[in-house]
């Protein structure tokens, strides 16, 4: 059977402090689409800035999304400050809770460029030196 299913996921830093730099940021879409993979979901787009992250998601029914929700946040936090890529304003720490929407096939590339363009919608967030990504 053939699936079409595609969810915008959103969550931010703790108080919404701008923890999340160029070097974490390259490491947290590593990170997220390592673990996508291993959870049998596929991110089609990321979208952050130094406080918050959106990730564009093709996911199939069966998929557990606690569980998915619980490893992006959870493992990007705990190997993030294990490793050392906290930023300048302190370790990475992510506020509770999350908000996860349903997007329409025909929405996907509209969403895409909502998540592509996160650092000109929240200019005074915008990651320096961080190109999106890639």
Request: aromatic letters at 8%; one cysteine or more.
């Amino acid at each position: 059977m053939y699936q079409r299913l595609y969810y915008h996921l959103i969550w931010t830093t703790v108080e919404r402090t701008p923890l999340i730099d160029a070097g974490l940021a390259g490491f947290l879409c590593r990170l997220f689409r390592a673990i996508a993979r291993d959870e049998g979901v596929r991110i089609l787009e990321i979208g952050m800035v130094q406080t918050h992250v959106h990730l564009l998601i093709a996911a199939p029914l069966r998929t557990d999304w606690i569980r998915l929700i619980q490893r992006l946040k959870g493992a990007s936090s705990y190997v993030a400050n294990r490793e050392g890529l906290a930023g300048q304003n302190g370790p990475l720490r992510w506020a509770r809770g999350y908000s996860i929407h349903t997007v329409s096939p025909r929405a996907v590339e509209s969403a895409r460029q909502y998540l592509a363009s996160q650092p000109e919608r929240h200019p005074d967030e915008a990651i320096e030196g961080w190109e999106g990504d890639r």
